[in-house]
């Protein structure tokens, strides 16, 4: 007993100091929370300049520069998928000055070291971005049919590109496959802006792309849309059928944009971000510039985000685990 009295003094002074030390840092985090942000905030794209996701991440980096009066920069860090910018964000230090551009997919964590739902604190949505499936003018197909009939004339010869799994272009393609008997080869492309360069140079005949690196070309006639996959039409191309329109119906293939950031952000940064993007995203402008690069204005809570990047890594696994896609 007198042992224990002894060192009673110590022991009360050592869960003082724990409870001192667990507070200051309490306090650095609400100051730090508080003084956001005060140096350069990092917006990771994980994929190739002129694509679609680096365009609408530029408008939003710039938009965010000015709402958060600081410079948000774009930091492109393509490769895997967007797997490599993916994980490399997940590892970022969890302070807000790191922030991820996530196209939503699969994360297939055996294959690219990061969980989607365990590794970062979803911000806000951006955008709903169908894929597009479209052709290059020279190859004889013009509708849904076409491109099938075509690949099962010449098995294993009709070329179609995609950026590589983990993205829903590429599942999207194999889902096609699946569905519709087809033999074709898929060659995969770091990102849609050198994707959309190889279908226009021939180098490839059909594409699973986005919109917006390719709807000028589209317009223009150096580029063929073929069907949207999507429940509707896009209001930027309005005279392109959807894929049920076009004899597929099912093969719904539409992407989600949004900013997310590492796990363990503070809340009250994380709810900042979230303030001023969804400001920016219900702006006049920023909505006309996505209706027109063939999207979808999606505003959202934290929390809807989450629930959104739950339900589409659901259908998207599922859909793996039934075509037995192995992705490595």
Do not use: C
């Not at 022991?11 to 730090?32: C, E, M, S, W």
């Not at 600081?70 to 970022?92: E, H, M, T």
């Not at 739902?117 to 979803?122: E, I, L, N």
């Amino acid at each position: 007993m007198a042992h224990q009295a002894k060192w009673a003094p110590f022991k009360r002074a050592a869960i003082v100091a724990v409870v001192t030390v667990a507070i200051a840092g309490l306090q650095f985090k609400a100051a730090a929370a508080d003084d956001y942000p005060n140096r350069v905030v990092q917006l990771i794209v994980p994929f190739p300049p002129g694509g679609g996701v680096d365009t609408e991440g530029r408008v939003i980096a710039q938009k965010l520069s000015d709402a958060l009066g600081q410079q948000v920069i774009v930091v492109n860090r393509p490769g895997a998928g967007s797997a490599i910018g993916v994980r490399d964000a997940a590892k970022a230090a969890p302070d807000g000055y790191t922030i991820l551009m996530l196209v939503t997919g699969a994360s297939l964590p055996a294959n690219t070291g990061y969980d989607l739902q365990k590794d970062f604190a979803p911000i806000g949505l951006i955008a709903s971005i169908p894929i597009v499936i479209m052709a290059n003018p020279s190859v004889p197909v013009k509708s849904m049919s076409d491109i099938v009939a075509l690949a099962k004339k010449q098995p294993g010869k009709m070329t179609v590109g995609t950026p590589p799994a983990p993205t829903l272009n590429y599942f999207g393609a194999e889902a096609f496959k699946g569905m519709s008997g087809a033999d074709m080869t898929i060659v995969t492309y770091k990102g849609t802006g050198p994707l959309t360069t190889d279908l226009l140079g021939g180098h490839i005949q059909v594409a699973f792309n986005t919109l917006p690196p390719a709807i000028g070309n589209i317009k223009a006639g150096k580029l063929r849309a073929i069907a949207v996959a999507a429940p509707q039409r896009l209001a930027a191309i309005p005279d392109v059928p959807t894929t049920a329109e076009a004899g597929m119906p099912g093969l719904d293939i539409v992407q989600y944009y949004g900013l997310v950031a590492p796990a363990g952000t503070p809340p009250a940064i994380v709810a900042r971000l979230n303030k001023e993007l969804r400001k920016i995203v219900s702006s006049e402008d920023v909505k006309a510039r996505i209706i027109a690069d063939g999207g979808g204005p999606v505003a959202s809570t934290p929390e809807e985000y989450a629930a959104n990047i739950q339900r589409e890594e659901g259908k998207w696994a599922a859909l793996i685990k039934k075509l037995g896609l192995v992705v490595n």
